[in-house]
T-cell receptor
Framework: GAVVSQHPSRVICKSGTSVKIECRSLDFQATTMFWYRQFPKQSLMLMATSNEGSKATYEQGVEKDKFLINHASLTLSTLTVTSAHPEDSSFYIC???????????FGNGTRLTVT | QQQVKQSPQSLIVQKGGISIINCAYENTAFDYFPWYQQFPGKGPALLIAIRPDVSEKKEGRFTISFNKSAKQFSLHIMDSQPGDSATYFCAASRGYSTLTFGKGTMLLVSP
């Protein structure tokens, strides 16, 4: 089945620093990947849609300059949280589809803690 | 606004019992309704999904019931097991476009 791998699974960083999270589709190519954010005991909130070879599409209220998304290849999308603050602490999850008409598969998430 | 309302927020079921989680949607353009299972510290995993051309879909102990006229769908977990304890999210979309998620149900199956 479709496997989406995320790295790292956990990261702790200091306020003001930047953190990069990688999302890879291991056994398929994904022209589109999606980044979600999830607070404890809450639902998934779509942050942005990552498009290979073009700019990401951000959801309303998501700061594109703070959450930089790069989708440089058909198997890799990265989310960089710039100048992180404690309020950015959250669970970040990426997802992808094998094709346009197929279900969404999620990575295992990255727990970001900003101290 | 497109919404998917999920209930209950939490659920405790005895081992061997039936767990039932309900969702209701507003957008009649939605035609794809998946359920995801999420364990603590993990990403959601697709459990089962249904399209509105059928009223029920069963996969093992998991069944989706769909009521198009009421714009409701539900997940039934038969013979619930402690290993089923997780958070369950319903979702909806038009085709395979952006999913709209419910708020989740924390299920605890007591031994």
């Amino acid at each position: 089945g479709a496997v989406v791998s995320q790295h790292p699974s956990r990261v702790i960083c200091k306020s003001g620093t930047s953190v990069k999270i990688e999302c890879r589709s291991l056994d398929f190519q994904a022209t589109t990947m999606f980044w979600y954010r999830q607070f404890p005991k809450q639902s998934l909130m779509l942050m942005a849609t990552s498009n290979e070879g073009s700019k990401a599409t951000y959801e309303q209220g998501v700061e594109k300059d703070k959450f930089l998304i790069n989708h440089a290849s058909l198997t890799l999308s990265t989310l960089t949280v710039t100048s992180a603050h404690p309020e950015d602490s959250s669970f970040y999850i990426c997802s992808a589809r094998v094709g346009d008409n197929s279900p969404l598969h999620f990575g295992n998430g990255t727990r970001l803690t900003v101290t | 606004q497109q919404q998917v309302k999920q209930s209950p927020q939490s659920l405790i079921v005895q081992k061997g019992g039936i767990s039932i989680i309900n969702c209701a949607y507003e957008n009649t353009a939605f035609d794809y309704f998946p359920w995801y299972q999420q364990f603590p510290g993990k990403g959601p995993a697709l459990l089962i999904a249904i399209r509105p051309d059928v009223s029920e879909k069963k996969e093992g102990r998991f069944t989706i019931s769909f009521n198009k006229s009421a714009k409701q769908f539900s997940l039934h977990i038969m013979d619930s097991q402690p290993g089923d304890s997780a958070t369950y999210f319903c979702a909806a979309s038009r085709g395979y476009s952006t999913l709209t998620f419910g708020k989740g149900t924390m299920l605890l199956v007591s031994p």
